[in-house]
């Protein structure tokens, strides 16, 4: 069914304030989830909120173990992932606000939903945004059978005249979101994306599940994952390996563009850039080549005046919740 954006968020703010969160952090998550769904992530979004109340118990206070003037690393005391990245997010921004550099990491807290979320959050403000965190494992490493590295996604935002260029992609092959979407519409996974508990090839999302998912692109998202998992696991102070939902990490860089040069000169840059990909010949039944996150943006604009389409079965669940 098609809901109104606004009708979601209330129904969604109202689910989590009647678990125990306060009606700032009930909209906080809110508005990551609504933001996966609006830029066409579903595994993301609203899926996501059953589980998100299960685990809900409001809020314990975060604290910072470590702060300078262009790095913090906080403490997220078990608090929702969302939460933790989302004071981490408006940490780096203040402090690289002052400093035009700076890099701040959370430990002690579970998943934070889209990643790219906290990356445009960045960009928004003006400045680059590098965002990176672990999950439990879930990717066999490259030659290997059974899952050690968690799908550990990369986002980085970069501000532009129009908008931002958004990355945002994970190094596992197919995510556990994207994973509980063939489950629920009954669809097998493609192929060679994942490997059941014999290690072998699988297409059945529950064996998936059970089992590991393969690096995107071999062995170089493998090492991307290897890289994404120092710096949000050992680096951060959160586990090197975590188990499920305990210690994940999150890694956050913020870059001033002013520190090398005059902030126009930078959009001048970047829009240079812009036009010489948009410029580029399209391939062969190609109708238009985009820049990253352009699609997104573009799904946001028709989704935030159409509606955002929401599976019935979902719907019910959450209506009861």
């Given at each position: ?27 906080v998550v809110t ?21 998100i109340a299960e ?236 820049v990253p996150g ?28």
């Open positions: 069914m098609n809901l109104p954006v606004e009708e979601l968020r209330k129904l969604s703010e109202g689910i989590l304030a009647r678990r125990g969160l306060s009606d700032p952090d009930a909209a508005d990551i989830l609504l933001e996966a769904e609006l830029r066409g992530r579903p595994s993301h979004g609203m899926i996501r909120l059953p589980g685990r809900s118990a409001g809020r314990t206070p975060m604290r910072l173990a470590r702060e300078g003037p262009s790095y913090a690393l906080v403490d997220g005391q078990e608090n929702l992932g969302y939460l933790v990245a989302h004071r981490c997010a408006r940490t780096i921004i203040g402090k690289a606000e002052t400093t035009g550099l700076a890099v701040v990491g959370g430990f002690n807290t579970g998943h934070c939903g889209m990643l790219g979320y906290y990356a445009s959050m960045v960009a928004d403000a003006g400045m680059i945004g590098l965002a990176a965190c672990d999950t439990s494992p879930r990717i066999a490493p490259w030659g290997g059978t059974q899952p050690v590295l968690g799908t550990n996604p990369l986002a980085a935002g970069f501000p532009a005249r129009k908008g931002q260029v958004l990355v945002d992609l994970s190094s596992a092959a197919i995510t556990n979101g994207q994973i509980l979407m063939h489950m629920k519409d009954g669809t097998p996974l493609p192929e060679g994306v994942a490997l059941g508990t014999d290690g072998k090839l699988t297409t059945d999302p529950e064996a998936a599940l059970a089992g590991a998912v393969l690096p995107f692109g071999g062995h170089k998202g493998y090492a991307l994952a290897v890289m994404i998992q120092i710096l949000s696991g050992a680096l951060v102070r959160a586990a090197p390996v975590p188990q499920p939902g305990r210690n994940y990490g999150i890694f956050l860089l913020a870059i001033s563009p002013t520190i090398f040069m005059d902030a126009n000169l930078f959009h001048e840059g970047v829009e240079d850039l812009i036009r010489k990909i948009k410029g580029s010949e399209p391939a062969a039944g190609v109708g238009e080549v985009l352009e699609r997104a943006f573009r799904e946001r604009a028709r989704r935030l005046t159409d509606g955002i389409e929401i599976d019935l079965d979902l719907m019910a669940e959450l209506r009861k919740l």
